[in-house]
């Protein structure tokens, strides 16, 4: 301390106690230190208002970013770089180590776990934003934690940190789960869809493209590209250029990032096209989560309709089934091609279609979950908002089944009373609930 004392009072240059002997240099130092007092004055009132007052520091989309903590927290460490590598060491002849970014999600933490099982080695990333209850991930979090996948706390943007991964771990394979979800919600925060989705992609893809070696990477796109398509089922030959939500705008604005990296750099790129995933561990920002949480509160819900009263339906997929789809295509992906960010040959590009075949109305969705439930859910009609929601999704799913051994086996009504039971012991509802159907 007193050390620090004695450097803080050495002048820098001998000469200045010069200068104050002479009256004359005195009032120059005098004015001097009163510009100087002056001008600081004016550098702080300036910073000041830049600060406080600029629009930019309150604009949404910065304060949006730091209120949903998309920053990376401290990482580094021979323990931290340890738990890294334990985590993605792989168990089983013949296994992959995979990234699996968006591993405290739904489909996340399902396809880590399910990676786990087999043996593979499997590395979580995730940032944890607050898009929906952030205890949920905490709880999918400690429940991966249990079968052996750690979990990094970051966001896909932070380079930095991607490099540190792939500089500890030669990562086979890349499972991109992380994206900002939710159709609707992208009217209301259009930038956090750009962040995750077009900028997080690119980013990612930046780092793979120089790695070396270059991972084949599978990531998940959304049946939301097929927009207005009105062709069903829905085919990956049909037209996606007509997306209905600025969420569906980027899933295929991925797409296309996609088949630049792949033609640039040799990137093995798988794109899945998943219809309206559902199941325990789900997401309470979709639909069959909410209604089950008011239909058994005594809320209303809103049920949508289209125009002259026309259904509404999804193709809902089972997430057991969405698993099978994941590791099927991480499975045949060929390796990249290419080394030192350079392309050596041509690379696989592919888009699959992951859905059900099987598209059931919202109304018969509500009509399930009340027997489930054994509560009558109160109803609200409701014109289709014109928000980003299309009539109907049903997928053609026979390229799928031909290239990556893909059969969903697992139909509404029995994908929901799984998805009952877990929500009911999750949040610990008890009452009679099963047997009757
Ligand atoms: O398949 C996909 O690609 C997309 O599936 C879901 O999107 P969505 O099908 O709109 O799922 P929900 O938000 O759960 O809606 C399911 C159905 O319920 C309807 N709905 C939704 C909300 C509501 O209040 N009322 C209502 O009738 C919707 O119109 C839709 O037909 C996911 O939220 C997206 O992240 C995903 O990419």
């Keep these: 301390m007193s050390q620090m004392k004695h450097i803080d009072n050495t002048p820098s240059t001998p000469g200045k106690f010069k200068m104050e002997k002479s009256p004359y240099n005195r009032l120059r130092v005098h004015s001097s230190l009163a510009k100087l007092t002056f001008w ?28 949903r903590s998309l920053r990376t927290n401290s990482y580094g460490g021979p323990a931290w770089e340890k738990k890294v590598r334990t985590s993605a060491k ?39 934003n607050d898009y929906y209850d952030p205890s949920l991930k905490r709880a999918r979090q400690a429940l991966l934690e249990r079968t052996g996948v750690y979990i990094v706390e970051g966001d896909i943007n932070d380079v930095a940190l991607l490099n540190k991964l792939f500089d500890i771990v030669p990562f086979t394979h890349v ?42 990477i599978v990531w998940a796109s959304s049946s939301s590209v097929y927009g207005l398509n009105t062709k069903v089922p829905f085919s990956e030959k049909d037209r996606t250029d007509q997306p209905a939500s600025l969420y569906a705008a980027t899933k295929k604005a991925g797409e296309e990032i996609a088949h630049t990296y792949n033609h640039i750099y040799g990137l093995s790129l798988t794109g899945l096209r998943f219809f309206t995933v559902y199941g325990p561990w789900g997401r309470p920002d979709m639909a069959y989560f909410f209604f089950s949480r008011d239909i058994l509160k005594g809320k209303s819900i809103p049920i949508f309709e289209a125009a002259n009263h026309g259904t509404v339906a999804r193709d809902f997929t089972y997430i057991d089934d969405i698993v099978k789809g994941c590791l099927g ?48 859910a109160k109803r609200m009609i409701m014109k289709l908002p014109r928000n980003g929601d299309v009539q109907f999704t049903h997928a053609n799913i026979s390229l799928a089944q031909r290239e990556l051994g893909y059969k969903p086996t697992t139909d509404l009504k029995t994908g929901l009373k799984k998805f009952v039971q877990w929500y009911l012991s999750y949040y610990g509802i008890s009452f009679p609930v099963f047997g009757s159907t």
């Design 329 to 376: 295509a991480l499975d045949t992906a060929e390796k990249s091609t290419g080394s030192g960010g350079k392309k050596k040959g041509p690379a696989q590009l592919r888009v699959y279609n992951l859905g059900n075949t099987s598209p059931v109305p919202v109304s018969d969705l509500v009509s399930i979950l009340e027997r489930l439930l054994k509560v009558k």
């Design 175 to 216: 499972m991109h789960l992380a994206a900002q979800a939710g159709v609707r919600y992208a009217m209301e925060n259009p930038s956090s869809y750009v962040h995750s989705n077009v900028a997080g992609l690119v980013s990612l893809l930046e780092v793979c493209k120089s790695a070396n070696p270059q991972p084949a």
């Design 40 to 67: 600081s004055f004016v550098f702080l009132g300036a910073i000041f208002v830049f600060f406080y007052r600029s629009p930019s520091s309150s604009s949404p989309v910065t304060s949006d970013l730091n209120r």
């Design 90 to 128: 792989i168990r089983s002849r013949n296994g992959i180590s995979v990234l699996v970014t968006g591993a405290a999600g739904f489909v996340g933490t399902h396809v880590s776990a399910a990676l786990k099982r087999r043996g593979d080695g499997v590395l979580g990333l995730d940032n944890f």
